[in-house]
């Protein structure tokens, strides 16, 4: 057989069975976006102009008052559509759609790729292609929102989401050639989002798959440099269509799968130990983020470093910081000092750290366990494939701790307190039993299967339990 003998028998092979879930639903999306894609540029704009007046307008407006709610003030409304909506639905959203909203919705990663039109179209540094760039992009910022209040001030929304639309538009500007260089590389949101595409339901696959594994190539159509006929995993995925089109015999095809399908066969789809670092660190910093806000230990502990800093006539330790660099508004009975903003960072930090070594130990013991129960593969790489499985608690944490506001309707609805947390509770429930379902699968895959299986798999039910009880007042309160 000839190799385009080969190749039109390989076309033959239908991508999609007829008749299943994936022909009949995955088939007619696909072509809606091929057909419209050229007008998603008018969708980018709108989305942009209502991402500049959500984070700038209400610098301009009066004092929202006490009594104000979403629906009578504007400035109450973006708060309301910034933690309310957009941060818990969008994580919510990659389990059904991926990383859409970075591809079809982002007024950033847009903005980024119509000044790289216009910029100077540089080669990307190595600086920038590190893989640890987006982790430190995600801690930076996620440590800043806190210090400067980010959920409680407009002017504070401005800076950090005004200030990071300006580095998306200035990177993209220098950096790249007709490609999105911040989506790949810096996006601390695209990170978050990346990981967690995982665990969609959502995958564009090639049509015609080549050997050799997912690899990096500014080359071709695919504005995060994936080189489409190797693509195995989704994390870099922004879901524009501009690869696929369903009369052609290669490029990438939509394809529906099970929820948690590229985790359970890990192996297959590039697993990367970034990511599983970013996983525990991103966890236990956004953790730190929540309890500092919460937990009256944190309370006792500042006084106790204020007295040991009065004690020894450091008297700067009571004293404001720069306004970007902490919140000072005295007009709304907030002012931070260089205590406040040290103990917040010192928090989250020593959180972050507590957290990444319990799901270590707990990831470490799982991957020894299962390699002297007669687990394939060296030890690190059991490791890396097993810290996927926190995936699912994870996200669900993030939703119900950082993304709280989504469930303040439920007790305007009538719910009690009581019933809310219920609620909280069962998706908590629910993400702990999703990744106590993928270990037993990357497990089973690493070879181990009947009561060889359970023993490994102990360790991982006791990081994600940690997860949650660590999040406890997120769901119930203290």
């Known amino acids: 057989m000839t190799r385009s003998q080969a190749a039109d028998r390989l076309a033959a092979i239908p991508i999609r069975v007829p008749g299943t879930l994936d022909a009949k639903m995955a088939g007619p999306v696909e072509a809606f976006f091929v057909r419209h894609r050229d007008r998603l540029v008018w969708l980018h704009a709108v989305m942009f102009l209502f991402f500049l007046a959500v984070i700038f307008l209400p610098l301009f407006l009066p004092e929202a008052p006490e009594n104000a709610t979403a629906l009578n003030n504007f400035t109450r409304f973006a708060n309301y559509a910034m933690w309310g909506l957009w941060f818990p639905l969008v994580f919510i959203s990659v389990i059904f759609t991926g990383r859409s909203w970075c591809?079809?919705?982002?007024?950033?990663?847009?903005a980024s790729e119509w000044a790289n039109k216009k910029g100077l179209q540089r080669p990307i540094p190595a600086w920038v292609r590190w893989e640890g760039t987006p982790i430190i992009s995600f801690l930076l910022i996620t440590i800043l929102g806190q210090t400067v209040g980010v959920r409680d001030h407009p002017e504070a929304v401005a800076e950090v989401f005004g200030g990071t639309l300006l580095l998306a538009i200035a990177l993209g500007f220098v950096y790249g050639r007709n490609k999105r260089a911040w989506c790949r590389h810096m996006c601390p949101i695209g990170l978050l989002l990346g990981v967690f595409s995982?665990?969609?339901?959502?995958?564009?696959?090639?049509?015609?798959?080549?050997?050799?594994?997912?690899?990096?190539?500014?080359?071709?159509?695919?504005?995060?440099?994936?080189?489409?006929?190797?693509?195995?995993?989704?994390?870099?995925?922004?879901?524009?269509?501009?690869?696929?089109?369903?009369?052609?015999?290669?490029?990438l095809y939509l394809r529906l799968r099970q929820p948690g399908e590229e985790i359970a066969q890990i192996r297959r789809h590039h697993p990367n130990p970034y990511e599983v670092l970013f996983l525990f660190l991103g966890t236990g910093i956004a953790l730190g983020g929540f309890l500092w806000l919460v937990l009256p230990q944190y309370q006792q502990l500042r006084q106790a470093v204020g007295s040991w800093f009065i004690e020894r006539d450091w008297y700067w330790i009571g004293e404001s910081g720069p306004w970007w660099l902490m919140s000072v508004h005295p007009e709304r009975r907030e002012v931070f000092n260089w205590l406040d903003f040290s103990m917040i960072v010192g928090f989250m930090l020593a959180v972050m750290v507590l957290?990444?070594?319990?799901?270590?130990?707990?990831?470490?013991?799982?991957?020894?366990?299962?390699?002297?129960?007669?687990?394939?593969?060296?030890?690190?790489?059991?490791?890396?494939?097993?810290?996927?499985?926190?995936?699912p608690v994870a996200m669900v944490s993030l939703v119900l701790g950082l993304g709280g506001e989504l469930f303040s309707p439920l007790t305007r609805l009538g719910l009690s307190a009581e019933m809310v947390g219920l609620v909280k509770g069962g998706l908590f429930t629910l993400g702990l039993l999703w990744s106590l379902y993928l270990g037993r699968r990357i497990l089973s895959n690493q070879g181990l299967q009947g009561a060889r299986l359970w023993l490994p798999l102990l360790p991982g039910v006791i990081g994600s339990i940690a997860v949650g009880l660590a999040w406890w007042p997120a769901v119930f309160g203290i």
């Open 355 to 391: 957290l990444s070594l319990v799901l270590s130990l707990t990831t470490g013991l799982s991957a020894w366990l299962a390699g002297r129960l007669g687990a394939d593969r060296g030890l690190a790489s059991r490791f890396v494939e097993l810290g996927y499985q926190y995936a």
């Open 198 to 251: 995982r665990i969609g339901a959502v995958q564009f696959a090639p049509k015609r798959k080549k050997a050799g594994g997912d690899r990096f190539t500014e080359k071709g159509v695919c504005p995060t440099m994936i080189d489409i006929p190797r693509k195995e995993e989704s994390r870099h995925c922004i879901e524009c269509f501009r690869c696929v089109n369903p009369q052609s015999q290669g490029g």
């Open 103 to 110: 591809g079809l919705l982002c007024p950033m990663g847009a």
